[in-house]
């Protein structure tokens, strides 16, 4: 899915960046991601891209590829959120929120659900 939203959108920018509730501390998350226990870092992946051609066009078109590729629409205040999980191997999974904003995609994936709902519903759009 990745690939062909890649294809037609024609992302012009992609921004990622990892938020913490506290400081992010290189070698603790180093030694974290070695022993396997990330998941208590309490991460979130932030992203945002966005598209050469107009929101008129692909606002629908990616609403309408997250409803097919069977995403949950949340409406959460005056924000319309996409949710699935992405499988992280060995029987897990973590939550990821997408919202289509105009010509731009914000996603957000944490295995904390709440904090990764805040997140996004404080990027400023």
């Known amino acids: 899915m990745v690939q062909s939203i890649y ?5 012009q920018i992609i921004v990622v960046g ?6 992010i501390d290189i070698a603790d998350l180093d030694q974290k991601i070695n022993n ?9 992946v932030v992203a945002s891209a966005n598209s050469v ?10 609403t309408r590829l997250l409803k097919n590729e069977g995403f949950t629409k949340i409406i959460s205040g ?8 992405i499988n992280i191997g060995n029987g897990q999974s973590i939550p990821a929120l997408l919202n289509v904003a105009g010509n731009r995609v914000f996603a ?9 709902q805040t997140l996004m519903s404080d990027i400023n759009r």
Request: with cysteine; proline share 13%.
């Open 78 to 85: 005056n924000l319309t959120e996409y949710q699935t999980s």
């Open 36 to 44: 396997k226990t990330l998941p208590d870092a309490d991460l979130c």
């Open 7 to 11: 294809t037609w959108a024609k992302p």
């Open 108 to 116: 957000t994936v944490s295995e904390n659900e709440p904090y990764a």
């Open 18 to 23: 990892l938020y913490s509730p506290e400081t």
């Open 53 to 62: 051609f107009p929101g008129f066009i692909v606002s629908p078109i990616a």
